[in-house]
């Protein structure tokens, strides 16, 4: 089972996880979640690229537009970002592992620079096939145009699909508490 929140970027998605993340948390002592949230990385103010940041704190360059390594020549691109998918790989893949003690799952976000990685949707799709909860983010389709990944995440027959905006952010956060609350009682 799955609560997906599709948004578009900027809309508050990684707040809206990690508070009703801290919610769960207060009213479920000795929560195990596994998982990760991406971030915006800024200099001066401007947004210079994304960091994967693991639930335990461990973090890794996402996507940078500032990067000139010779390495970095070959990666996958995202409008102005080269995305780094061994560091993903390296954060996201060992969070992504389905184990029997685990309570929810926490994956923000499912999107485009995520699936440049050829291991990280068949990892997301483990963690969906398996009965531990997952609060996952997806963006809203661009253009009428979807991400096929996205796309099968949206209409995974467990998936219960919250979309947000700024104007329901609350109401969101107290829904999206109460179904996972529901799904974790059913374990």
């Known amino acids: 089972d799955v609560s997906s929140s599709p948004a578009h970027r900027g809309v508050g998605k990684t707040t809206l996880v990690m508070r009703v993340l801290e919610t769960l948390r207060s009213s479920h002592l000795h929560l195990a979640v596994r998982g990760f949230y991406t971030r915006e990385v800024r200099e001066n103010g401007e947004r210079v690229g994304f960091e994967v940041v693991t639930l335990d704190g461990r973090s890794g360059p996402l996507a940078s537009s500032r990067i000139r390594s010779p390495e970095s020549v070959r990666w996958p691109t995202v409008g102005k970002y080269k995305v780094d998918v061994a560091s993903l790989e390296s954060l996201a893949l060992p969070e992504l592992q389905v184990k029997e003690d685990t309570d929810l799952f926490i994956i923000d976000e499912v999107g485009k620079m995520e699936l440049f990685s ?65 799904l974790m009682q059913k374990r």
């Open 118 to 182: 050829p291991a990280f949707f068949p990892a997301v799709m483990r963690v969906m096939e398996s009965n531990i909860p997952v609060l996952a983010t997806i963006p809203l389709p661009r253009y009428g145009r979807d991400i096929p990944g996205v796309a099968r995440l949206r209409n995974h027959p467990g998936a219960d699909v919250f979309t947000l905006n700024t104007g329901n952010r609350d109401t969101m956060r107290e829904s999206i508490y109460n179904q996972l609350s529901r």
